[in-house]
């Protein structure tokens, strides 16, 4: 599994930043301020297999991690180590959004011809 310095670095990057978009990794990892130059750059390494085995192995160690947290003697650590392993496994909870709309409806007559009433 050879990889450059910079493709270490931007997997290293995806790594530690799970939020954070391949873009925003190569823009941090690799010599470009140009968002397309980046993406492009991201698109391409994400399709190389020994950056993909690299980012396989990593993840894999963070699953058992998670795993192994879930029995810490920390509550607080243990839930939410629980909770992302029921997350992963079984979907996040949707959540029910309710909303109310009113409609408004106005005819003008613009056109100067309207009657008088009186």
Same mark, same amino acid.
């Not at 939020?19 to 140009?34: C, E, H, R, V």
């Not at 192994?68 to 180590?81: C, H």
């Given at each position: 599994?050879?990889?450059?310095?910079?493709q270490k670095a931007f997997a290293d990057h995806l790594l530690d930043? &799970?939020?954070?978009?391949?873009?925003?990794? +190569?823009?941090?990892?690799? @010599?470009? @301020?140009?968002?397309?130059?980046?993406?492009?750059? +991201?698109? %391409?390494?994400?399709?190389? &297999?020994?950056?993909?085995l690299y980012l396989d192995k990593h993840i894999e160690k963070a699953k058992n991690r998670?795993?192994?947290?879930?029995?810490?003697?920390? %509550?607080?650590? +243990?839930?939410? +180590?629980? @909770?992302?392993?029921? @997350?992963?496994?079984?979907?996040?909870?949707? $959540?029910?959004?309710?909303? $109310?709309?009113?409609?408004?409806?106005?005819?003008?007559?613009?056109?100067?011809?309207?009657? %008088?009433?009186?």
């Amino acid at each position: 599994m050879n990889l450059t310095r910079k493709q270490k670095a931007f997997a290293d990057h995806l790594l530690d930043n &799970p939020k954070q978009s391949a873009t925003k990794a +190569a823009l941090a990892t690799y @010599d470009t @301020d140009k968002h397309y130059v980046a993406k492009n750059i +991201a698109s %391409e390494n994400l399709t190389k &297999p020994n950056i993909q085995l690299y980012l396989d192995k990593h993840i894999e160690k963070a699953k058992n991690r998670v795993v192994e947290l879930i029995d810490s003697t920390k %509550e607080d650590i +243990a839930l939410r +180590a629980s @909770d992302s392993v029921l @997350d992963r496994s079984l979907g996040k909870a949707t $959540q029910r959004l309710e909303t $109310q709309s009113t409609v408004v409806t106005l005819n003008l007559d613009l056109s100067g011809d309207a009657e %008088e009433t009186s």
